[in-house]
Structure formats: structure tokens, C-alpha cells
T-cell receptor
Framework: QKEVEQNSGPLSVPEGAIASLNCTYS??????FFWYRQYSGKSPELIMS????GDKEDGRFTAQLNKASQYVSLLIRDSQPSDSATYLC???????????????FGKGTHLIIQP | GAGVSQSPSNKVTEKGKDVELRCDPISGHTALYWYRQSLGQGLEFLIYFQGNSAPDKSGLPSDRFSAERTGGSVSTLTIQRTQQEDSAVYLC???????????FGPGTRLTVT
């Protein structure tokens, strides 16, 4: 059973500070890792993808991957009230017979940026 | 360019009726995915198409659920004899290939009364 774990929060961060979101996954064969943002009543929006160990930066967002520890994180610098949303960690593995599979999602972390 | 589109955006149906949900992926995307999100629950993977083929249908919740994709483009998810537990938001996503980022459509909110 593939599992993705996230702290549900809420995580409250002051405006302008760094928000740190964490995720662990169970399937060592996982290949690809994604962070999605979901506003209430909306569909998930892709924020970051990361495929290899280390850091990947895109604007105010940095994704970090450590496959040995089975750990993915997302840092949001200079947090804004508009960043308030649920952040979903998603992991893509491989099926036992090879080939891609659907994403396994965590339940999400509810982030609140306090003005 | 145009994103993933889904129709209808909302569907209310009576228990026992059949429903058909449609997904139009991003042009050129070969992989298409269906997920559902129930109130307070996480996103649950249902089925994946590479081209017109679905390599693995084991994620479908029951044999009342079926899906097809034609012309490597539009996909329909059909739920027969709907039950109240089928009430959820059904989300479609597409990606350039099976290993690329997935982009979600706006979803279809299904309510079974």
C-alpha cells in the first residue's frame, strides 16, 4: 500500500516569513514528486515538480527531495496571504509490471498566512 | 493555451441512475487520469490512459465504474446505478507523457440524492 503522509495543520505563518511544508512517502520505488496548491472549492494547481535528490527553486518556491529518507518538502519564501491554501504532496511510483501509475496524494496541509 | 476541460461542472442525479462525465485533455497530451475527491478525503486515483489504452483498471471502486478514451483525446467516465457514496468531485488530469507533470481540470461535482 503506497502511502503519502502530511501534517494536516493548520500551519499558521506570519506574512513575509518562510512557510515549510513536509511530506514522507512509503514507496521506495517512487520516481517523481509534485506539490499542488488547492484553494477551497477549486481543483489542484501544480506548483513544483522534483525528480532527483536536492533542491529545486522556482521563484518564491523551493522543493527539496531526499530519497534516502523518503522525504519531500516545500519552502515558500516571503509568504503572502494569497498563499493561504491546502498544499498537497503527490508521488508517482511505478506499477509492479513496469510503466507509470497514477499519483498518490497526501491529505494535504492547510496553510494560513497571517497578515 | 487551453487547459483541461470537464463537463458538466455539476451533476445532481437520483440514486440508481447512470451518469457520464467527460474530460477534454490539453491538446497533445497522451496521458489522461481520473481521480475523485470526497468531502474531507484525499484525492483517490481511479484510472489512467496512455493513448486509448488503460493498462490498469484496478483503481476503479467497483464494476459500476467504467471509462474509455477515444482518438487519444476525449475521455468519459461512466458510473452505472449510482449510489450515495459515489457523491464526490471527479477530477481529470492530463500530462504530456506518463512521467510528466499532471494538470488538472476544474472537476465535476457529482451529487447523488
Amino acid at each position: 500500500q503506497k502511502e503519502v503522509e502530511q501534517n494536516s495543520g493548520p500551519l499558521s505563518v506570519p506574512e513575509g516569513a518562510i512557510a515549510s511544508l513536509n511530506c514522507t512517502y512509503s514507496d521506495r520505488g517512487s520516481q517523481s514528486f509534485f506539490w499542488y496548491r488547492q484553494y477551497s472549492g477549486k481543483s489542484p494547481e501544480l506548483i513544483m515538480s522534483i525528480y532527483s535528490n536536492g533542491d529545486k527553486e522556482d521563484g518564491r518556491f523551493t522543493a527539496q527531495l531526499n530519497k534516502a529518507s523518503q522525504y519531500v518538502s516545500l519552502l515558500i519564501r516571503d509568504s503572502q496571504p494569497s498563499d493561504s491554501a491546502t498544499y498537497l504532496c503527490a508521488v508517482m511510483g511505478q506499477r509492479s509490471g513496469g510503466g507509470a501509475d497514477g499519483l498518490t496524494f497526501g491529505k494535504g496541509t492547510h496553510l494560513i498566512i497571517q497578515p | 493555451g487551453a487547459g483541461v476541460s470537464q463537463s458538466p461542472s455539476n451533476k445532481v442525479t437520483e440514486k440508481g441512475k447512470d451518469v457520464e462525465l467527460r474530460c477534454d485533455p490539453i491538446s497533445g497530451h497522451t496521458a489522461l487520469y481520473w481521480y475523485r475527491q470526497s468531502l474531507g478525503q484525499g484525492l483517490e486515483f481511479l484510472i489512467y490512459f496512455q493513448g486509448n489504452s488503460a493498462p490498469d483498471k484496478s483503481g476503479l471502486p467497483s464494476d459500476r465504474f467504467s471509462a474509455e478514451r477515444t482518438g487519444g483525446s476525449v475521455s468519459t467516465l461512466t458510473i452505472q446505478r449510482t449510489q450515495q457514496e459515489d457523491s464526490a468531485v471527479y477530477l481529470c488530469a492530463s500530462s504530456l507523457t506518463s512521467i510528466n507533470e499532471q494538470y488538472f481540470g476544474p472537476g465535476t461535482r457529482l451529487t447523488v440524492t
